[in-house]
């Protein structure tokens, strides 16, 4: 397709009601460079006339392929374990300390944990590894931990579980020891912790086909890119599917703060119920 240097504002405008209508995404006219520079690279491979004719297409809604290939030219994965690591304490002090000593307890003995927006699993895998390492040696405990994301690249590389050298370096060695092993340079969760994290493809925007009760909801530095009212209904959604004392957590640079909401802050960025 012979690619055009630039996009139109009319066209723009075109991107912007696909991706908030089906993903949420608010794109601000300051997000125009990146957008564009995206979608013409995209564009290149693509077996398209020009941008019009693939908008087009988009608009139609009936390629769920190409919608996919399109959010993921949109979204930003960026993500790494430990990611706010304050949270990760918090879920080990006040969390899976209790439930190994027995001065907490949950039914049936099953802690549920959903990462939402989990991108490459970095987040979900991180639940993961500090839940083993306080619950294993207490037993009997039925960890799952469902990670989903709507982007496929993302999805794939979750359900994979293997990291590239420069996204575990910063582990500490014995953690890496323990829950990765390396094969073919790259470095791949053991099973123990494969086997605690359920991967899917979801929409957030969309039906959710679970029901919950979950212990513990962590959607971090995915609703940033959305406006105000579709944060605030999504925020809703997640704290119906939590169970009164489940933790939520969002971004450091997210808040919920001016949503009238029936949680209580216990630290910058992350609530109770
Ligand atoms: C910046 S990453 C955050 C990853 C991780 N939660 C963290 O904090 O490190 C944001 C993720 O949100 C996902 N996302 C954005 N909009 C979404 C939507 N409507 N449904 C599901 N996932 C979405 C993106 O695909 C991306 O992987």
Same mark, same amino acid.
């Given at each position: 397709?012979?690619?055009?240097?630039?996009?139109?504002?009319?066209?723009?405008? #075109?991107?912007?009601?696909?991706? +908030?209508?089906?993903?949420?995404?608010?794109?601000?006219?300051?997000?125009?460079?990146?957008?564009?520079?995206?979608? !013409?690279?995209?564009? =290149?491979?693509?077996?398209?006339?020009?941008?019009?004719?693939?908008?087009?297409?988009?608009?139609?809604?009936?390629?769920?392929?190409?919608?996919?290939?399109?959010?993921?030219?949109?979204?930003?994965?960026?993500?790494? /374990?430990?990611?706010? #690591?304050?949270?990760?304490?918090?879920?080990?002090?006040?969390?899976?300390?209790?439930?190994?000593?027995?001065?907490?307890?949950?039914?049936?003995? @099953?802690?549920?944990?959903?990462?939402?927006? %989990?991108?490459?699993? %970095?987040?979900?895998?991180?639940?993961?590894?500090?839940?083993?390492?306080?619950?294993?040696?207490?037993?009997?405990?039925?960890?799952?931990?469902?990670?989903?994301?709507?982007?496929?690249?993302?999805?794939?590389?979750?359900?994979?579980?293997?990291?590239?050298?420069?996204?575990? +370096?910063?582990?500490?060695? &014995?953690?890496?020891? =323990?829950? /990765?092993? &390396? @094969?073919?340079?790259?470095?791949?969760?053991?099973?123990?912790? =494969?086997?605690?994290v359920k991967v899917g493809q979801l929409n957030l925007m969309e039906d959710w086909p679970m029901r919950g009760p979950f212990d513990v909801i962590f959607c971090?530095?995915?609703?940033?890119?959305?406006?105000?009212?579709?944060?605030?209904?999504?925020?809703?959604?997640? !704290?119906?599917?939590?169970?009164?004392?489940?933790? /939520?957590?969002?971004?450091?640079?997210?808040?919920?703060?001016?949503?009238?909401?029936?949680?209580?802050?216990?630290?910058?960025? !992350?609530?109770? +119920?």
């Open positions: 397709m012979p690619a055009t240097e630039s996009l139109t504002q009319r066209q723009f405008d #075109r991107i912007a009601t696909i991706a +908030k209508h089906r993903w949420g995404l608010a794109l601000t006219p300051q997000k125009r460079q990146l957008v564009t520079s995206r979608l !013409l690279s995209f564009m =290149r491979g693509a077996p398209f006339e020009d941008v019009d004719a693939y908008l087009a297409h988009l608009e139609a809604g009936k390629d769920e392929r190409a919608l996919l290939s399109f959010f993921d030219t949109l979204s930003t994965n960026v993500t790494s /374990f430990f990611r706010d #690591r304050a949270h990760f304490d918090y879920l080990e002090r006040e969390l899976f300390t209790g439930l190994a000593r027995g001065t907490l307890s949950l039914p049936g003995r @099953r802690l549920r944990m959903w990462s939402a927006g %989990c991108s490459t699993g %970095c987040e979900p895998y991180t639940m993961a590894m500090v839940a083993y390492d306080r619950l294993e040696s207490a037993g009997g405990w039925d960890v799952q931990i469902l990670a989903t994301d709507l982007s496929n690249y993302a999805v794939e590389e979750a359900s994979a579980g293997a990291y590239e050298w420069d996204s575990v +370096k910063d582990l500490p060695r &014995e953690t890496l020891r =323990r829950h /990765f092993e &390396e @094969r073919d340079g790259r470095w791949r969760v053991r099973p123990h912790l =494969r086997q605690m971090r530095n995915v609703m940033i890119y959305f406006d105000g009212p579709t944060r605030e209904r999504l925020v809703r959604r997640f !704290l119906g599917l939590l169970r009164p004392g489940g933790v /939520f957590a969002v971004g450091s640079a997210e808040t919920l703060a001016g949503m009238d909401l029936d949680v209580r802050s216990v630290m910058p960025s !992350l609530y109770v +119920k």
